[in-house]
Nanobody, 127 residues
Framework: QVQLVESGGGLVQAGDSLRLSCAASGGTFSSRAMGWFRQAPGKGREFVATISWGDDRTYYAGSAKGRFTISRDNAKSMVYLQMNSLKGEDTAVYYC????????????????????WGQGTQVIVSS
């Protein structure tokens, strides 16, 4: 399976931007769908965005659409989450995820098809 390490979290002001990075190693990164999830304090883990393995098709949660952009660089085995116009409710630990199966078009909202998780990176948005 793929090993994932996130970075880029931190403390920002409402309205600021932040880019999260996820470095993948040890597996067939380019053949897997990748995604970002988040978990706010006292809440369950929720889907944020996912990107397909081949044509970089993207899907977003309603809360992320129009503000967040997921992208990948297969040559570097990296996935990114560009977050703009951050709000207090975006405060959470953000997790990178890789699909269990290869040739996946996306990771499901339920995360039932996730094969690997990163350790998470904290994002705090001060309003």
């Amino acid at each position: 399976q793929v090993q994932l390490v996130e970075s880029g979290g931190g403390l920002v002001q409402a309205g600021d931007s932040l880019r999260l990075s996820c470095a993948a190693s040890g597996g067939t990164f380019s053949s897997r769908a990748m995604g970002w999830f988040r978990q706010a304090p006292g809440k369950g883990r929720e889907f944020v965005a996912t990107i397909s393995w081949g044509d970089d098709r993207t899907y977003y949660a309603g809360s992320a659409k129009g503000r967040f952009t997921i992208s990948r660089d297969n040559a570097k085995s990296m996935v990114y989450l560009q977050m703009n116009s951050l709000k207090g409710e975006d405060t959470a630990v953000y997790y990178c995820a890789a699909s269990r199966a290869v040739w996946s078009l996306r990771i499901s909202d339920s995360a039932s098809d996730v094969g690997s998780w990163g350790q998470g990176t904290q994002v705090i948005v001060s309003s």
